[in-house]
């Protein structure tokens, strides 16, 4: 069975790769970069952006291109959204998802965030993100242990740094996620999530955090829970971070989604 990962927003799949590689012997794990993080090359243009269709459409032409046999589709946060909108337009090819605190707003919160950088917290602290650093060594000291990373093991972190940045001819490292387009990210919330989960016919299971999670499905999900499509746990003293915090959960949401 293949898996195809989608990683958070300002991440990259190297992040996650201590989680998903002891899966490797009982599964294919396919993880690539999503547009403006990591390895990829695919251009990004963030002024009016207003959706993450351009990401669903990517991740759809992925699995055309491989040809994919029907797979599992998971992904953390942005990746697992992502997912989910990819799923509802080509169901044909998904297996069933594992999601781990999706985006998933509720209707009014997502119309208010839409707009203007300026209008969303989240897309400012994106924009005010120290963008170069002497070293990767650097970058590693200086985020170990604080802001979003404070919950990390070290190993991931280093993971994370090994690919968000790359090389400047003067020897220090830069952001390979730029800022803007971070904070393009969390502005553009004009998807609709809600109509892809109804839309969906396979299995689905979501893990969220037990604080602040992005994932707001107090209303809404009665009838795909009561049919037995969609699953919603809630996992205790998680956070945002938490295929970080419980990798262990992950991967047996992934070993399930696969039988």
């Known amino acids: 069975m293949d898996v195809v990962f989608l990683h958070a927003n300002g991440f990259n799949a190297r992040t996650y790769r201590s989680i998903l590689a002891p899966l490797a012997d009982r599964l294919r794990i396919l993880a690539p970069d999503m547009r403006g993080h990591g390895a990829t090359s695919l251009p990004v243009e963030s002024p009016g952006r207003l959706d993450w269709y351009d990401l669903r459409d990517d991740l759809t032409a992925f699995l055309a291109a491989l040809d994919l046999p029907p797979a599992v589709l998971a992904g953390h946060s942005m ?5 989910l909108l990819a799923a509802a337009q ?4 998904v297996h069933a998802l594992a999601l781990f605190d999706p985006v998933i707003l509720s209707p009014a919160v997502a119309s208010a965030l839409n707009g203007p950088l300026h209008d969303s917290a989240l897309a400012q602290g994106a924009l005010r993100r120290r963008n170069s650093f002497p070293s990767r060594g650097a970058a590693f000291e200086a985020y170990r242990g604080r802001g979003a990373f404070r919950s990390w093991p070290d190993e991931m972190l280093a993971d994370y740094v090994a690919a968000a ?3 400047t001819p003067g020897g220090a490292v830069t952001l390979v996620c730029a800022p803007e ?3 393009s990210n ?22 969220r955090a037990e604080k602040d999670s992005t994932a707001r499905l107090d209303e809404g999900l009665e009838r795909l829970i009561a049919g037995g499509q969609v699953r919603v746990e809630t996992i205790a003293g998680t956070t945002h971070f938490l295929p970080m915090e419980r990798p262990e959960l992950v991967r047996e949401a992934i070993l399930e989604a696969a039988a």
Request: proline letters at 5%.
């Open 79 to 83: 990746g697992a959204t992502t997912s």
């Open 186 to 207: 969390y502005a553009a919330q004009g998807h609709d999530s809600w109509a892809a989960l109804h839309a969906i016919r396979r299995p689905i299971r979501i893990l």
């Open 165 to 167: 940045f790359r090389d």
């Open 181 to 183: 387009w971070e904070a």
């Open 90 to 93: 080509t169901p044909g090819r």
